[in-house]
């Protein structure tokens, strides 16, 4: 039997429908990991190397929809026991949007001359398969004939880069882009891709994210400078976490979690709301709405609905009830 991919293990990156999985080195393609918008993985792999080598990982730190990661590249540089060449990930949710930022920045004495490579695909798994551990062996999607961009039957995810690279090939494994880089003794070399993932056809659920709906930056915690920290920290992965009702867009709810549960729970979404309520009502109302235009009005043993039933979870594909 497969196993569930640890989630300690990863970093989670999340807006709304939309999450991103990664190891702390910020390399996407080992089991678990991935780019998921709508409950499917629209990005199986983003790998980077220069020259052949990944950097080594030496931080990462991930709140809401940003997560950022720090690497050492320890074959480049001065030959001293200290790195000179370090590697920075800016990694960005917006929606059905990701954005990263590559740096490259060098404190070496003479100029760096290496090569960036980045290896990327997807494969269209859906995430209930992802989470048995049942997806690892899912070919990656040729690319569409026009541009960089691949297709499942849900959603069409085309990529743009800046700079544009010097050589792209593709083969079984995804496409690798390739750019000669040569950074100056304190200076920099920089890369930024931006994917956008589109729907192709409508699910039972295409929730949009609901984050710049409800603001929580004037909630006043009092306590020390940590507790602040960790309540400000707590409150945008909230943010982060809110849906808006397909049904009525102007309604937000908030999703049981990332990943596998990134979608109306009538329990969890309750509870989220009932603990916001010394800071607002907004997320209540919008959440009893939401349950309740959905409550079962007789009974459907295929849906576990009964008549009067309030759901417990809804999918993209399927209501399951219990």
């Not at 009702?245 to 990134?262: Q, T």
């Amino acid at each position: 039997m497969e196993k569930q991919p640890w989630l300690h293990e990863l970093e989670i990156a999340v807006d709304g429908p939309s999450t991103v999985l990664s190891g702390h080195d910020g390399q996407i393609g080992r089991p678990g990991t991935g780019w998921f918008v709508d409950d499917r993985r629209v990005l199986s792999a983003l790998t980077l190397h220069l020259d052949d080598e990944p950097a080594v990982a030496v931080a990462c730190d991930t709140t809401g929809p940003l997560s950022r990661f720090w690497a050492a590249a320890r074959h480049l540089g001065d030959d001293v026991p200290d790195p000179t060449v370090e590697v920075h990930r800016v990694r960005t949710l917006r929606g059905a949007t990701l954005t990263e930022e590559i740096t490259v920045r060098s404190r070496a004495t003479a100029p760096v001359v290496t090569t960036l490579r980045l290896r990327l695909g997807g494969d269209g798994a859906d995430l209930s398969s992802v989470k048995v551990g049942g997806a690892d062996d899912t070919p990656v999607l040729p690319l569409d004939r026009t541009g960089l961009s691949w297709s499942d039957e849900r959603h069409r995810t085309a990529v743009t880069v800046d700079p544009q690279p010097e050589e792209q090939t593709t083969d079984g494994g995804g496409t690798l882009l390739v750019w000669p880089l040569e950074v100056a003794p304190g200076g920099s070399a920089a890369v930024t891709l931006r994917l956008t993932a589109d729907r192709l056809s409508p699910s039972a659920f295409d929730a949009d994210a609901g984050s710049g709906a409800l603001d929580l930056s004037a909630v006043d915690v009092g306590g020390d400078a940590a507790w602040q920290r960790m309540v400000r920290t707590n409150l945008t992965d909230l943010r982060h976490l809110l849906l808006t009702d397909p049904l009525a867009p102007e309604d937000v709810f908030a999703a049981a979690g990332s990943p596998w549960y990134l979608t109306l729970f009538g329990r969890d979404s309750l509870w989220a709301a009932r603990f916001l309520l010394p800071y607002t009502t907004r997320l209540a109302h919008g959440t009893l709405r939401a349950l309740a235009r959905r409550q079962a009005t007789e009974d459907d043993p295929a849906l576990a609905a009964e008549r009067g039933k309030i759901l417990h979870e809804v999918r993209r594909t399927a209501y399951t009830g219990g």
